[in-house]
């Protein structure tokens, strides 16, 4: 069935508000007629990957607080006393998100494969406190998902570097485009217009942004803003 409208989800795989808004997600998800399409910005790939040192637990930790206490979202014990005191861990957004693009080439058929990746690599990291860089990782995740190891790996090892960094750089590009301010971006497409939607309105109220996603369907209006504040569009 083709969708009436979509949701473009700009996002990353390591930013803590993206899985804070992931119950909004999930609620987009059921709006009947709406296809929630992701797009990784790669915010720690390359140059930006980050080391964990004890500077960087100290930076990441009172936002990762703020986004579980406006979200609701559990952020684990393994993640906070583990992975954040693990400086062998490496924060890189690539690896993931090729998983996500793996994910999606190996279930085509499947419109919500690329989210459920997502999904999964968020509770990973932020809840288990697993490495979400490694290959290792993403291949057991893949494998809980239901995916034959061998053909996740195999599309993993295609997708990793010229492909992943296309897509990386689209998904920044689309965000220009739209004028969003960081990650999470939601941006809703229908009737050939596009509007941003005011996160910062529904973090934590994914009822009520589904609501305001049916009220937008089939179509959609132009030119608002997004609502987001500074922590809503943060990096963490």
Not at 220 to 234: F, K, R, S, V
Request: charged residues 15%.
């Amino acid at each position: 069935m083709t969708p009436s409208a979509v949701l473009h989800y700009i996002h990353d795989p390591l930013c803590g508000w993206c899985y804070g808004a992931a119950p909004l997600v999930d609620a987009a998800l059921a709006v009947p007629g709406l296809q929630v399409v992701p797009h990784a910005g790669g915010m720690l790939a390359g140059a930006q990957r980050q080391q964990v040192s004890a500077q960087w637990r100290s930076f990441v930790m009172p936002h990762d607080r703020r986004i579980a206490q406006a979200s609701g979202q559990p952020f684990g014990d393994a993640y906070f006393d583990g992975l954040l005191n693990d400086s062998t861990a490496v924060m890189d957004s690539a690896p993931p998100i090729t998983g996500m693009l793996a994910a999606m080439q190996l279930r085509q058929d499947d419109p919500a494969a690329g989210i459920a990746f997502v999904k999964k690599v968020q509770q990973a990291h932020y809840r288990d406190g697993r490495r979400i860089a490694d290959t290792g990782v993403l291949v057991a995740i893949a494998e809980e998902l239901g995916y034959a190891s061998d053909a996740f790996r195999a599309a993993l090892l295609a997708l990793t570097g010229a492909a992943t960094d296309q897509h990386m750089a689209q998904s920044r590009a689309l965000l220009q485009q739209v004028g969003g301010a960081g990650f999470p971006t939601f941006v809703l497409q229908a009737d050939g217009r596009t509007q941003l939607l005011p996160l910062g309105n529904y973090i934590g109220q994914p009822e009520a942004f589904a609501h305001a996603l049916q009220s937008h369907m089939p179509a959609a209006t132009a030119g608002l803003e997004l609502g987001c504040g500074p922590d809503a569009c943060a990096v963490f």
